[in-house]
C-alpha cells in the first residue's frame, strides 16, 4: 500500500484507467447476467432492479452563433 503512495501522479493515473477498465468489463459481465437471470436478482444485501430510462438534451450552443 505504502509502494501506490510513493508512485508518481502519471504512474498512479495510469492505474486508476486500467482499474476503472477493469470493473467496467466487470460490471458489464455482471449486468449481462442478472438481465438474462431475472429469477437470479437478489443478493445477500442488495436486489438488482431492471429499469430503463430515456433523456432528451437540448443542444444549446446549437442556436448561438457568435460571430
Known sequence: MNNLL???PADR???VRAELKR???EE???RGYLLEHSEDRAGQE???IVGSQS???VDLS???ATH
Open 6 to 8: 510513493n508512485r508518481h
Open 13 to 15: 493515473l495510469a492505474d
Open 23 to 25: 470493473l467496467e468489463e
Open 28 to 30: 458489464a459481465k455482471l
Open 46 to 48: 442488495h436486489v438488482a
Open 55 to 57: 433523456r432528451r438534451r
Open 62 to 64: 446549437a442556436g448561438c
